[in-house]
């Protein structure tokens, strides 16, 4: 079993940054692919990056540029730099975990292991 706790959310004015931090529980986080999502008002869940267990890091479309996508195993961590942030970036931001690397890595289901969420707010 793993356990994920996000934290590092919050209110940005526009054009801002945050980092958001995902810490797992023990070393077997680095074993597994790590994803996070956000789920704006109203929406459903979705695909913002993924960072696999053997380095690789994917990116939805819409937020290559301004979002990049790190991990420290050392620490049992994921992070998600977001930069230049908009109102449309407002969501709870979830952190996944998963524990065979394959299937589509963008889709929800695909992910065994979630974090409770963290708010993170875009006031224009």
């Known amino acids: 079993q793993v356990q994920l706790v996000e934290s590092g959310g919050g209110l940005v004015q526009v054009g801002g940054s945050l980092r958001l931090s995902c810490e797992g529980s023990?070393?077997?986080?680095?074993?597994?692919?790590m994803a996070w999502f956000r789920q704006p008002p109203g929406k459903e869940r979705e695909f913002v990056a993924v960072s696999t267990s053997t380095g690789g890091r994917y990116y939805a479309d819409s937020l290559k540029g301004r979002f990049a996508v790190s991990r420290d195993n050392s620490r049992y961590t994921m992070y998600l730099q977001m930069n230049s942030l908009r109102p449309d970036d407002t969501a709870v931001y979830f952190c996944?975990?998963?524990?065979?690397?394959?299937?589509?890595?963008?889709?929800?289901?695909?992910?065994?292991?979630w974090g409770q969420g963290t708010q993170v707010t875009v006031s224009s």
């Open positions: 996944a975990a998963r524990d065979v690397e394959y299937g589509d890595y963008s889709r929800p289901n695909n992910y065994g292991y």
């Open positions: 023990g070393p077997a986080v680095a074993t597994k692919g």
